[in-house]
């Protein structure tokens, strides 16, 4: 390790004497490829832990086949289980492991992650631990791969994220190119992980900021995006996430304005419930006694009794997803459960993330806003004019108001759901209902990231630049 250790050192010192004096455009084409490789293959090497984790212990241990979105095989899965009595098993078990990596290897791996690397571009973009890059990989592939309630991209996130801010040590970047490093790392990751490059690169420009668009970060970023999503496409493939799921729409009813403005305020609300149940099993988990490590496996076991008669609250839910979006599919699915689901996600989540274990919250908000939208359609279909004959363009439309809001990135997260559903005609309906969201969640003050800061000026505050 410490042979290693002087090698990078050896070759950062020149490489990072010529960074400092290379022009903008050469400077982050070069940063921002190598980024972007990184990005992309840290994506694939997650991907395809997760993917052996959850064959291993949901399927093979735990005896059920959940469903998967189209972009990961577009498995049909199950409701029922074979062996019912190891599920709250196999959740509680992958929580007490991923408990024991992250407490005693590495701490700030708790949690989705997504908030240390804003934190990191607002303080010290050279934070970020190695060491917590490998731990937030191998502890979140556990946690969502044993059943735990969480999504991908946090730690695709962190992984990139932390090679930004490995550069910025080794190269010895300034203060300034660091948090850049770091911020593309952050879309990259994500972008590339859903499929979603530009979207992904919209990202990183405005998810430090609850209200702010860093256009400095911007170039850098769509060079980053397109290098890791390629890089990722090449192994796994280029298309989208959930397939075309609403390639036939299109928006030719003035009066569908009212349903989408409805599934608007409905995304809203239920971001603000995201966030606030959330943190609420944040803080009281800090606050009860006994040991951390322990707490994930409680929170692991309750997640599991709850799948016992709501399998849709296990892993990441992308599956679901894609059920919601096919009118036989969703029509199959008991009212009941549709209704339910965005607030059973929204505890699962809480209960599994909240407590300690390791996974991002990103993905959780896509399944609490599908359902959002899908509850809507399925109440109105039968009895309201003018409501789309296939439930996607609620259900699409529900993601992007529901977590676009919440996470005060609009616009990014309109076009990360737009790609991953091959669904641009969508983005017309789809912005009063994004717009109406986010007046909501931005008059109540709240967001799903308390690391952001109020803007650019607030950061430069906190960095001790007057400018």
């Not at 090497?45 to 189209?70: K, N, R």
């Not at 005693?104 to 949690?111: D, H, I, S, V």
Request: with cysteine; net charge neutral.
């Amino acid at each position: 390790m410490a042979s290693w250790s002087r090698a990078l050192r050896s070759i950062g010192a020149p490489a990072g004497a010529w960074i400092r004096t290379a022009g903008y455009t050469r400077k982050w084409l070069v940063l921002g490829v190598v980024i972007g490789i990184v990005a992309g293959l840290g994506a694939v090497v997650f991907y395809v832990a997760l993917s052996e984790a959850t064959q291993l212990l949901i399927v093979d241990i735990g005896g059920y086949h959940p469903p998967t979105a189209a972009g990961d095989g577009g498995a049909g899965g199950s409701r029922e289980f074979t062996r019912p009595w190891a599920i709250p098993l196999v959740v509680c078990l992958g929580g007490l492991v991923s408990g024991i990596l992250v407490f005693t290897l590495a701490p700030e791996a708790e949690g989705h992650g997504t908030d240390a690397a804003i934190e990191a571009v607002h303080r010290d973009p050279r934070m970020i631990r190695v060491r917590v890059v490998l731990v937030k990989l191998v502890a979140s592939a556990i946690t969502i791969g044993s059943g735990g309630s969480g999504g991908r991209e946090g730690p695709t996130a962190q992984i990139s994220a932390g090679f930004g801010s490995l550069l910025a040590r080794r190269l010895d970047l300034s203060p300034r190119d660091g948090r850049i490093a770091v911020a593309i790392g952050i879309g990259s990751g994500i972008g590339a992980i859903f499929g979603a490059p530009l979207g992904g690169a919209v990202l990183c420009c405005t998810i430090p900021y609850k209200e702010d668009f860093d256009f400095e970060v911007l170039v850098p970023a769509l060079v980053t995006s397109i290098v890791s999503y390629t890089v990722f496409g090449s192994f796994l493939g280029f298309g989208p996430l959930f397939g075309y799921a609403a390639q036939d729409y299109v928006f030719d009813t003035p009066a569908q304005l009212v349903w989408f403005a409805l599934i608007g305020v409905l995304g809203g609300l239920i971001g603000l419930l995201y966030s606030g149940t959330f943190y609420t099993a944040v803080d009281l988990t800090h606050r009860l006694p006994g040991s951390r490590i322990v707490k994930p496996a409680v929170g692991g076991l309750l997640v599991g009794l709850m799948a016992l008669v709501l399998p849709e609250v296990l892993g990441s839910g992308y599956g679901w997803i894609q059920q919601s979006m096919a009118r036989d599919d969703l029509a199959a699915i008991p009212l009941w459960v549709v209704l339910l689901l965005p607030f059973a996600k929204i505890l699962a989540t809480s209960l599994s993330i909240g407590s300690g274990g390791s996974g991002g919250i990103f993905g959780p908000g896509m399944v609490i806003g599908a359902f959002t939208g899908a509850a809507v359609w399925r109440l109105l279909e039968p009895i309201a004019p003018g409501v789309p004959d296939n439930p996607a363009p609620f259900v699409i439309v529900g993601m992007m108001a529901c977590f676009g809001s919440i996470a005060r990135a609009p616009l990014a997260v309109m076009l990360m759901v737009a790609e991953m559903t091959g669904s641009i005609g969508v983005l017309v309906p789809g912005m009063i209902a994004v717009g109406l969201a986010y007046l909501i969640v931005r008059r109540s003050g709240k967001t799903i990231y308390r690391a952001q800061l109020e803007n650019r000026a607030e950061a430069r505050l906190a960095q001790g630049s007057p400018g």
